[in-house]
């Protein structure tokens, strides 16, 4: 991709078709109608100065940074924070629990003033990840032989000692964590780093703090549950599976597409622990009833368009304009060369872009995005983002002098047609992998929809003596109407076996494959819910 991008940037000097301009835009004084070369790109004061500030072309109107650039982070951090008080943000309570350096490196004090915290202290007893405070020789041990065991199946301390002393030790942390999930709001800010000049690397290059975390948190919660089960207390398991959930809900609060996927992928950590709490305990009818309430209480998982429509759109318009000032570092695309050949196109043809344009063909690109991701059902998302990144492909091609040609007569001017191509170009590579996030949705939005059919059919199996012999038994009971297919729009696939009984969907790949999932050999791609689970072969019962 960079070699395309690179190809774009010179290729309107190659033709000859934009005009020379000086560093504000103009032709430098006394040099009129010369072609003189420029020697850097468009600093942010002036390329300010060449903008069209409006919704269609810079998105954001009334945030700007001190070179009057539209400020994208700012206006992030308003949209999502505006109205979040400390006290009603479970972030704070996170990051109470995290400590200044979640993850190794310190998070910049305006972090916190957005959140509306103190710093909290260098030398606090923060939530630390399981085997962080072991021996280098002893980590690798501890996880194959303890960890991995702890929060996959019901355990006991004797068994796994390392990993009751990690739950022991992180107590407080992880309540003070947890307590935060179960606030009205979530708001997590977006600080964009500076380098040694102070100059903004830009949202592209914005660290998210906790993610890594995050998932530690998840796993601590479900090892605890698996602990208690073992004990057979199945309200202090529940109530961490619930806390689980929770948690998962509120990290894909975030504004960013990776705080929806990890939180969905939480949730789904959260999911698998609540089958084997179902299959390893007898619940009555009252313990299943409340169940289902506590998982019908959850909230919604939240919009995927919203994310895209804010977040990665002002993420692909910041990330235009830092390569409208030369920072390709920036956007790992290399560095403005110093010297030579290579060094004149690229700052010439920097310079000879309408970046107005560029802006303008992105917002194009990502309002078609949030139109096909706000299609109500799995199947037209699947189509109507299918064919635009087919788009994608085609815009990849054009990159070439007849793609350039083409261009100039649609746009009416060489500078314009540069800023199409090289809007297109950074559309494509920018832009994230819109089917495959349309596809985690859909897992998500079935793997609920299968959890909740599983407690119901516990319940009725409790109340009647055996599982129903239809979905459709459980109408009106459980549910307003038998349960369908998320991917197929068709009724959901139901079997009794012996004692238990089999639900899935076909999942992503719309193959039935008879309820073989990815941890099934031969592997598939169903969605399932087993019970009573299936024992693997080669399981080792003395572990």
Not at 343 to 363: E, I, K, P, Q
Not at 404 to 417: I, P
Not at 422 to 432: C, E, T
Request: with cysteine.
């Amino acid at each position: 991709m960079r070699c395309d991008l690179f190809k774009l940037l010179v290729l309107s000097v190659i033709l000859g078709t934009a005009p020379l301009v000086a560093q504000d835009g103009a032709p430098a004084k006394g040099n009129e109608g010369k072609k003189a070369q420029p020697e850097k790109p468009l600093t942010a004061g002036s390329l300010a100065k060449l903008f069209i500030f409006s919704k269609e072309i810079t998105r954001v109107t009334d945030h700007k940074t001190k070179q009057g650039l539209p400020d994208y982070a700012a206006a992030l951090n308003d949209h999502f924070g505006k109205g979040v008080l400390p006290e009603e943000n479970g972030a704070v309570s996170l990051y109470e629990g995290f400590g200044p350096e979640p993850e190794g490196a310190r998070m910049s004090d305006e972090f916190f003033e957005l959140l509306g915290m103190p710093v909290p202290s260098a030398d606090g007893k923060y939530f630390r990840s399981f085997s962080a405070d072991l021996p280098v020789e002893e980590r690798r041990d501890a996880i194959d032989k303890e960890f991995n065991f702890a929060y996959e199946r019901p355990w006991n301390e004797d068994e796994f000692p390392r990993v009751e002393k990690w739950l022991r030790e992180n107590e407080k942390a992880v309540a003070t964590i947890v307590e935060g999930a179960s606030r009205p709001k979530y708001f997590s800010p977006l600080v964009p780093p500076v380098d040694d000049k102070g100059v903004s690397n830009g949202l592209i290059g914005t660290l998210l703090p906790g993610i890594q975390q995050s998932r530690s948190v998840a796993r601590y919660l479900i090892c605890r549950s698996m602990l208690s089960i073992k004990k057979g207390d199945a309200d202090a398991a529940w109530q961490d599976l619930m806390s689980c959930h929770r948690f998962g809900h509120m990290i894909s609060r975030g504004p960013t597409l990776i705080d929806y996927l990890v939180g969905t992928a939480i949730n789904q950590i959260a999911t698998n622990a609540d089958i084997i709490y179902l299959d390893q305990l007898d619940l009555n009818v009252e313990q299943l009833a409340r169940c289902r309430r506590d998982l019908a209480s959850l909230p919604p998982m939240p919009s995927v368009a919203q994310k895209l429509d804010w977040t990665e759109r002002m993420m692909f318009l910041d990330s235009a304009l830092l390569l409208g000032c030369g920072q390709l570092n920036a956007l790992d695309l290399g560095t403005v060369p110093s010297t030579g050949m290579e060094a004149f196109a690229t700052r010439l043809a920097l310079l000879s872009v309408d970046w107005n344009v560029v802006l303008r063909t992105g917002n194009e690109r990502y309002d078609r995005v949030v139109v096909g991701i706000n299609h109500d059902t799995y199947s037209e998302r699947a189509a109507a983002l299918a064919a635009f990144e087919d788009e994608l492909k085609d815009t990849k091609k054009n990159v070439s002098v007849s793609g350039f040609l083409k261009a100039t007569v649609t746009e009416g001017s060489g500078r314009a047609a540069a800023g199409k191509m090289m809007g297109d170009v950074l559309s494509a590579l920018l832009l994230p992998a819109i089917s495959a996030v349309n596809k985690a949705h859909g897992r998500a939005e079935q793997t609920r929809h299968n959890l909740h059919i599983a407690f119901a059919l516990a319940e009725w199996k409790q109340k009647n003596g055996s599982y129903p012999d239809s979905l459709n038994k459980l109408v009106p009971a459980y549910m307003p109407k038998a349960p369908t297919d998320v991917f197929t729009g068709k009724t959901l696939q139901y079997r009794r076996e012996g004692d238990g009984f089999l639900i899935y969907s076909v999942g992503v790949n719309l193959d039935d494959e008879n309820g073989l999932s990815y941890d099934d050999d031969p592997a598939g791609d169903d969605l399932v819910v087993r019970l009573p689970i299936p024992v693997a072969k080669d399981d080792n019962q003395d572990n």
